[in-house]
């Protein structure tokens, strides 16, 4: 079974602090993605990784950067929090490889960031 | 580039009722579809991918790429099913999914 962890459930950060949300995924899988969930805009892709040290942005990546130096290891970095990224943020990885398109994602529990 | 449209942000059924989702998408290749379901407290978890073609928890799905639609339907709702749902495409060749807005099922008694 599919395990992904995320490193915190809720955060509460400052204005202009940086922030690291990591995600940890066990089943070897080569893709690893980061959402934001906000109520009426469903998920929105942030960034994501298809091999270690690889990253393309997503939809959203505006304030957002990433890093992947183990292939288990995703982290979003939040490089000065605003108050617009108060937001559910998930974290998924997938297990497909170059050519076989999109594979089913597994889903980490979320974190909760409230930027005050 | 492709799209996911939900029409529905919050569906209220009875217990025992139908229930179907709907899903529309834009895409001018073979798609890659998926409905994901959140319950209460609970991670995002897939329900069924259309290339799977099983029926999780009496829920089915079919591609109709004359309509570009992957409605989900259940023939007799549960409380147990209330809960958000995505619907989802994948591009040929693509690692991404993109996400429709969601929509919340209330299962009412």
């Known amino acids: 079974d599919v395990k992904v962890t995320q490193s915190s459930r809720y955060l509460v950060k400052r204005t202009g602090e940086k922030v690291f949300l990591e995600c940890v995924q066990d089943m070897d899988h080569e893709n690893m993605f980061w959402y934001r969930q906000d109520p009426g805009l469903g998920l929105r892709l942030i960034y994501f990784s298809y091999d270690v040290k690889m990253k393309e942005k997503g939809d959203i990546p505006e304030g957002y950067s990433v890093s992947r130096e183990k292939k288990e290891r995703f982290s979003l970095i939040l490089e000065s929090a605003s108050t617009n990224q108060t937001s559910m943020y998930l974290c998924?990885?997938?297990?497909?490889?170059?050519?076989?398109?999109?594979?089913?994602?597994?889903f980490g529990p979320g974190t909760r960031l409230t930027v005050l | 580039a492709q799209r996911v449209t939900q029409p529905e942000k919050l569906l209220s059924v009875f217990k025992g009722a139908p229930v179907e989702l709907k899903c529309n998408y834009s895409?001018?290749?073979?798609?890659?579809l998926f409905w994901y379901v959140q319950y209460s407290r609970q991670r995002l978890q897939l329900l069924l991918r259309h290339i799977s073609r099983e029926s999780i928890k009496g829920f089915t799905a079919d591609l109709n790429k004359g309509e570009t639609s992957f409605h989900l339907k259940k023939p007799f709702a549960q409380e147990e099913d209330s809960a958000m749902y995505y619907c989802?495409?994948?591009?040929?060749?693509?690692?991404?999914?993109?996400f429709g807005a969601g929509t919340t099922v209330t299962v009412r008694a």
């Open positions: 989802a495409l994948g591009a040929l060749g693509d690692y991404k999914l993109s």
């Open positions: 895409y001018s290749g073979s798609p890659e």
């Open positions: 998924a990885s997938s297990l497909a490889g170059s050519g076989q398109g999109a594979d089913t994602q597994y």
